[in-house]
């Protein structure tokens, strides 16, 4: 069974800095996808960031990018130039490819930004 | 309609009761998952609905959990015999179809916050 493990249940960083959230996942499969989703106290989830697990390439998405280690399984989330609207649980998430499965969470990193 | 939606946004019930909780999807989406949040467990899948495929059930915690998706689109998860246990937050999400740009991102409703007492 797959498993994502995130190892930091709280950060804090202050407005305007840069901040790593740490992921790290287990799998037998090759092809597979892995996402970073952001929850704010409104409970809505919201995708911030995918990565391809057949891609090199780290994915971008303004100021957030990962650094997906394959080898190592390991799939971080940086944030640039901390925003206060950035305060929020952080799940990483992976499925595998194909589409059919349900998303397998880590158990969160809450974010908070320090003015 | 923009996005997913549930229904209610807030439940109370007592120990025993049985609860209805619904997810509208996004329009044209087919495929339809139900996961639950908890404190202790995290965030759990439950259940996904694809076209008219017969559902994985593989996530459900025990028989008290069932679902339905009828014509397609909207969906119940319904709980027998509540207990305390229960209280969560129950979020779904939908996806679109093989080749749709949304295939490979499931969009979450804003979630059902079950409380048993």
């Known amino acids: 069974a797959q498993t994502v493990t995130q190892s930091q249940p709280e950060m804090s960083v202050q407005e305007a800095e840069t901040v790593t959230l740490s992921c790290t996942y287990d799998?037998?499969?090759?092809?597979?996808?892995l996402f970073w989703y952001k929850q704010p106290p409104s409970r809505q989830m919201i995708l911030v960031i995918r990565?391809?697990?057949?891609?090199?390439q780290n994915a971008t998405e303004n100021r957030f990018s990962v650094n997906f280690q394959k080898a190592a399984k390991s799939f971080s989330l940086k944030i640039s130039d901390s925003q206060l609207g950035d305060a929020a649980m952080y799940f990483c998430?992976?499925?595998?490819?194909?589409?059919?499965?349900?998303?397998?969470f880590g158990k969160g990193t809450h974010l908070i930004i320090q003015p | 309609g923009a996005g997913v939606s549930q229904s209610p946004s807030n439940k109370v019930t007592e120990k025993g009761k049985d609860v209805e909780l619904r997810c509208d999807p996004i329009?044209?989406?087919?495929?339809l998952y139900w996961y639950r949040q908890s404190l202790g467990q995290g965030l759990e899948f439950l259940i996904y609905?694809?076209?008219?495929?017969?559902?994985?059930k593989s996530g459900l915690p025990s028989d008290r959990f069932s679902a339905e998706r009828t014509g397609g689109s909207v969906s119940t998860l319904t709980i027998q015999r509540t207990q305390q246990e229960d209280s969560a937050v129950y979020l779904c999400?939908?996806?679109?179809?093989?080749?749709?740009?949304?295939?490979?991102?499931?969009?979450f409703g804003p979630g059902t916050r079950l409380t048993v007492l």
């Open positions: 990565q391809e697990a057949y891609k090199q």
């Open positions: 999400a939908s996806r679109g179809l093989a080749g749709d740009w949304s295939y490979n991102e499931q969009f």
């Open positions: 609905f694809q076209g008219n495929s017969a559902p994985d």
């Open positions: 329009s044209g989406h087919t495929a």
């Open positions: 998430a992976y499925r595998a490819g194909g589409g059919a499965d349900g998303l397998t």
């Open positions: 799998t037998s499969e090759s092809d597979y996808y």
